[in-house]
């Protein structure tokens, strides 16, 4: 299902790249494996937290990060010096000492030999403290793992895995010697630790079990160091062939050790067991529902009988809550989003229509109001609201109310509350026929309480990190709450001004991630808002009877009246209004300039001048100065040189125009004329050229000169070219050559330079041309 959105995602760019166009194409980014689709449901809901990397996501192998396991070491050695030695100087001696340094530090011990270290290496709270307590027991096994060390890093990206066998096996035998020696307990299993990942590091997977079995270490120890001894038990019986021992193994460290999941849920699928040869080893069915729940978090595709299994085998599992959020993420990925999109009137991913089949979606809400009313979960709220979603989904929101209601009636922690108030206010604002006055006030408070939610200030580096999980949904949560669900309602009241606002204060939340064919608010509001529009909406600015509601809206625009009345100017320009558009170039002051507008453009592609410094330059303000000056000349008498330049400023504003920018932000490189652009004014000129080519027709109609007529019937051909039919391929270029000017241009110019020139350059004109007989 996913790979459906990311295989269309990455063919389109493929389309871009193979296509042999005039423009430069850009395919951007790849989706964002975290912000991809419309997410209102909180990955970070499972009470228990630990499980971060196995939230949903299709697109990379694991979501969040676990606590990294230097971070654990670190706090086991201060827990082992009694919390003496601070972390910075625990991590400075055991990370960033030398073995030389450390065995000075053992002879001064030892031996009084001078101590010969720098003093910021003298002054560290460690070095002190073995100075002090002369401990060279534990002194001398961090001597000892550093000598390790380089046998068992891994190559560099690569590179071939090297490892001197001889010499591992000979410290490991020599870590045995140590642990026997050793009376700490603590510093006794680190050595055995080091022993066995020696042996299994250099392939001697049988000695490494060995070892594992005669070199015994802390009764009922929890410590990092037990579970990756484990670990390399787990992964020498998978090497000698016992791959359901392994499993089972991996799967008790992914339960028990929070650090180590990724490594054991890694290596659980790489023994290649199947689940039913694992679960017979498991002593009770907590552990079957573990091991239940690693192979069910390996589908992206919908899987409601992975909850099943799990439930069944222990209902008071925490993999529950980790495998609904999954579950519920998949929904919004493969059929809210694309409901979403389509109500937006926006390119969905799928071919078909999401709403055709809504079996997956009531089988799953079907388990989750079964387990629910169970009562055996640990939170049947939680399962409650989650199925309150999913009719918030299919617009029962009679249902949504009834769960919602439901959930209510418990004591909820944090996270519930925050879930329940965004189903409820997702089924508040579907079942409101329209958004007024009133309920954009109720909307207000909403969106208050949504910035105290969002007021952390994160960065896409360290979004994921545990404690910025929750700021980081909210933050998308919002966006698309906003972009989604509140601009579609305005837009389909026909209040794009609102819609705009809300567009500006999307931006504000969260910069979009997954919708690759975005437009920013700003964008929107200079290339999509018409007049009348721009008009309300910068009266709403102005206005001093705003509502409390508009007043938030307006004091998240971050725009002066200005930059408001420039945009106003412009889309005077785009409907071709030029005398308003040169009073509101005025009154906002604009700066805006273009070049070459009123150089003839005879082919699509731009002029390549080195030097663009030397390009004439007119300000947008001289650009609509002019055209009013041609208009008024035109009422005068015809004038053809008057009608050419006429024409030549507006075609020059349109998609294939060299000054594009008169009449646009943002010239989008695979948009193309479309019969659908005729019902829009300014899309029709835009993208159809109709004007310019009435005036190219004009200035032909008055013009003596031969070449200049014929330049004149050509350009005014390269108009009617913008809106000939359009299809693909050769269909298209049969209608280009079939274009209406080109009969006469060839019956009555074909004579003159103009004519021979563009036959040199223009392959429509010379096929047409080819296809005729000579005169």
């Known amino acids: 299902m996913t790979w459906k959105r990311f295989t269309i995602i990455s063919s389109s760019c493929l389309a871009l790249v193979l296509s042999g166009v005039a423009y430069v194409f850009s395919c951007g980014p790849e989706p964002d494996p975290y912000d991809y689709y419309a997410n209102f449901y909180n990955p970070n809901i499972p009470a228990q937290r630990g499980f971060e990397p196995f939230y949903y996501t299709a697109l990379t192998h694991f979501y969040g990060s676990e606590t990294p396991e230097e971070t654990i070491n670190l706090e086991e050695w201060k827990k082992f010096f009694g919390g003496k030695v601070p972390e910075k100087d625990l991590n400075e001696f055991i990370y960033g000492f030398s073995r030389s340094q450390m065995s000075n530090l053992y002879m001064h011990i030892e031996k009084g030999a001078a101590l010969q270290l720098a003093d910021s290496a003298k002054l560290n709270a460690l070095t002190q403290h073995f100075i002090k307590s002369g401990d060279k027991e ?14 068992v890093e891994g190559p560099a990206a690569w590179e071939e895995v090297k490892r001197d066998s ?186 078909e229509d999401a709403r055709a089949d809504k079996s997956p979606v009531l089988q799953m809400q079907q388990l989750l109001d079964e387990l629910a009313k169970g009562g055996k979960v640990k939170e049947p709220a939680l399962w409650h609201i989650s199925s309150a979603y999913i009719s918030g989904m299919l617009k029962d929101f009679a249902g949504a109310r009834s769960r919602l209601a439901a959930a209510s009636a418990a004591s909820l922690r944090p996270a519930l509350k925050d879930q329940l108030e965004v189903v ?63 601009s579609t309602r305005y837009a389909k009241q026909n209040d794009f001004s609102r819609k705009a606002l809300i567009m500006v204060k999307r931006d504000l939340v969260q910069p979009y991630s997954y919708s690759y064919y975005n437009t920013s608010g700003k964008d929107y509001m200079q290339d999509s808002l018409q007049t009348h529009q721009l008009l309300a909406l910068y009266n709403g600015y102005q206005s001093k009877k705003k509502t409390p509601f508009e007043q938030y809206l307006y004091s998240q625009l971050k725009m002066s009246e200005k930059e408001i009345g420039e945009m106003i100017a412009v889309n005077y320009v785009r409907t071709h209004q030029f005398q308003d558009a040169v009073e509101w170039f005025k009154r906002s002051g604009s700066s805006r300039s273009a070049t070459l507008v009123f150089t003839p453009q005879l082919e699509d592609f731009g002029i390549d001048i080195a030097d663009s410094t030397k390009l004439p330059v007119i300000s947008h303000q001289q650009f609509a100065e002019r055209m009013v000056e041609l208009e008024k000349q035109m009422k005068k008498k015809p004038d053809a040189k008057v009608y050419f330049e006429y024409a030549t400023g507006l075609f020059s504003m349109s998609y294939y125009g060299h000054s594009y920018q008169l009449s646009a932000n943002y010239r989008p490189s695979t948009d193309w004329y479309s019969p659908e652009d005729d019902k829009t004014p300014f899309l029709k000129q835009y993208f159809g050229c109709y004007r310019a080519e009435e005036y190219y027709k004009k200035a032909a109609d008055a013009a003596t000169d031969k070449e200049f007529k014929a330049e004149c019937l050509y350009m005014a051909a390269r108009c009617a070219q913008k809106h000939l039919p359009y299809s693909d391929g050769e269909v298209w270029a049969q209608h280009a050559t079939s274009n209406p000017y080109f009969p006469e241009l060839y019956k009555d110019y074909q004579e003159t330079e103009f004519y021979k020139e563009r036959m040199m350059q223009c392959g429509y004109l010379r096929d047409f041309h080819r296809s005729h007989p000579k005169l």
């Open 138 to 151: 534990t002194l001398g096994y961090l001597m000892f793992a550093k000598q390790c060390e380089p046998y």
């Open 424 to 486: 409820k206010l997702l089924v508040t604002i579907n079942e409101q026929p329209s958004i007024d006055a009133a309920f954009e006030n109720k909307l207000l408070e909403s969106f208050r309480w949504l910035d105290t939610k969002t007021a952390a200030d994160i960065s896409y580096a360290n979004a994921l990190e545990p404690a910025n999980l929750d700021t980081y949904y909210f933050k998308r949560m919002y966006r698309n709450l906003l972009d989604l669900v509140i």
């Open 166 to 351: 001889l010499t591992m096996i000979k410290l490991s035998r020599n870590g045995v010697q140590l642990y026997k020696a050793c009376k700490n307990p603590d510093i006794r299993e680190r050595f055995a630790f080091q022993s066995i990942r020696l042996a299994h590091y250099c392939n001697a997977y049988t000695q490494a079990l060995q070892y594992y079995d005669s070199l015994s270490t802390p009764a009922g120890s929890t410590s990092l160091i037990h579970y990756k001894i484990e670990g390399l038990r787990a992964g020498a019986l998978r090497r000698t062939g016992k791959k359901a021992q392994s499993a089972y193994l991996f799967s008790r460290i992914f339960e028990n050790a929070p650090s180590q999941r990724e490594m054991a849920y890694r290596n659980v699928h790489y023994t290649d067991a199947y689940e039913n040869s694992v679960l017979p080893l498991c002593k009770n069915n907590r552990e079957k529902a573990t091991v239940a729940a690693i192979y069910a978090l390996k589908t992206t595709d919908m899987n409601p009988e992975g909850i099943r299994k799990v439930y069944g085998l222990d209902a008071q599992s925490p993999m529950l809550d980790v495998l609904l959020g999954r579950e519920m993420n998949k929904l919004e990925e493969d059929y809210f989003t694309n409901i979403l999109e389509e109500d937006a009137n926006r390119q969905s991913y799928y071919w």
